[in-house]
């Protein structure tokens, strides 16, 4: 089992709520990321980051923000939760030597 | 786009039967790797096979690389009921980034 952990596991949330999914790796990774998936869907990459102060946005425009204060922890924010947000959000982290990614349980956002 | 398409992208099976998945990519490539999701949970790392590459092997699993094709198969051999699971194939491009297909249903049936 890999050492990445996501909280909550699950959460429902009414509009316009500021909610922050929060990730941590005990690995020592520098590597970190939040993907977004759909049931039955592919991933799509969100936000990145290689290592602290360093973030990125991905490959699918989202409206959440990140931050990296510290190496093993890498939270995911919304400032205001719509019902489009819903869906399955999963963060995962790589050494810098070989990108194999580890993933969290993932969070599953239900937005009314 | 860089994202490996999975074929077929749902599959049932009999225990013991081997199963049989495809992905074919765009571009070039570093690496190519599978990855297992079981129901509602994150994603586990199968096995990466890298660009020089053509086959590697890792318990039950086998996996193939064609880069003159741009595809790729994993081969599950005598299939058990807690192999039933999505399947994903990522590949790694020049940007060091993994692009995911949308996965590969696979059902086994006891």
């Known amino acids: 089992e890999a050492d990445i952990y996501q909280t909550p596991r699950y959460l429902v949330i009414g509009t316009g709520k500021k909610i922050t999914l929060e990730c941590s790796q005990t690995m020592g990774h520098d590597k970190m990321y939040w993907y977004q998936q759909d049931p039955g869907m592919e991933l799509h990459l969100i936000h990145y980051?290689?290592?602290?102060?360093?973030?990125e946005k991905g490959d699918l425009s989202s409206e959440s923000t990140v931050s990296r204060i510290r190496t093993e922890h890498f939270p995911l924010t919304l400032e205001s939760a719509r019902p489009s947000h819903t869906s399955q959000y999963l963060c995962?982290?790589?050494?810098?030597?070989?990108?194999?990614?580890?993933f969290g349980a993932g969070t599953r956002l239900s937005v009314l | 786009s860089q994202q490996g398409e999975e074929d077929p992208q749902a599959l049932s099976i009999q225990e013991g039967e081997n199963a049989t998945m495809n992905c074919s990519y765009k571009?070039?490539?570093?690496?190519l790797q599978w990855y297992r999701q079981n129901s509602g949970r994150g994603l586990v790392h199968l096995i990466l096979i890298r660009s020089n590459e053509r086959e590697k092997h890792s318990g039950r699993l086998r996996v193939t690389l064609d880069t003159s094709k741009k595809s790729s198969s994993l081969l599950i051999t005598a299939s058990r009921a807690a192999d039933t699971a999505s399947y994903f194939c990522?590949?790694?491009?020049?940007?060091?980034?993994?692009?995911f297909g949308k996965g590969n249903q696979v059902v086994v049936i006891p």
């Open positions: 980051s290689y290592g602290v102060n360093s973030t």
């Open positions: 571009t070039s490539i570093n690496n």
């Open positions: 990522a590949t790694e491009g020049g940007n060091n980034r993994l692009a």
């Open positions: 995962a982290s790589s050494s810098f030597s070989q990108n194999i990614q580890y």
